[in-house]
């Protein structure tokens, strides 16, 4: 998992949430998430992710290439512990975007154009 320096506490949950789930975490060569937020632009995503996560505005989104583009609209506890759920199939995710994202659709788990 990758994320800025300031998104250490939301790695840390998220971790722990996933571990939680059943998840098994490995500290390098596992499925790379990248969780990215409000500051961040396409020079700070990771190259080669699988899962990018928006923990607050989503528009940076529109510029990550992983195939799944996740966004919680928060940081909270409580987004993390849905955002495990739904990463390890345990949940789906049927939300609507309440705002557009240039290049992405607003409904949840549609296909990449």
Request: contains cysteine; glycine residues 8%; charged residues 15%.
């Given at each position: ?29 596992g499925t790379l998430i990248d969780i ?65 994202v240039a290049g992405l659709p607003r ?7």
């Open positions: 998992m990758t994320s800025r320096r300031g998104y250490a506490g939301t790695r840390a949950r998220l971790t722990a949430d996933l571990k939680a789930v059943g998840v098994h975490i490995v500290a390098s060569g990215v937020g409000y500051e961040d632009g396409r020079s700070h995503l990771a190259k080669g992710a699988a899962v990018t996560v928006a923990v607050d505005t989503p528009y940076v989104l529109r510029y990550a290439t992983s195939k799944v583009r996740i966004a919680t609209y928060s940081a909270t506890a409580a987004s993390m512990t849905a955002l495990a759920a739904v990463l390890a199939g345990r949940t789906a995710a049927p939300g609507t975007s309440p705002v557009a409904t949840a788990c549609a296909a990449r154009s």
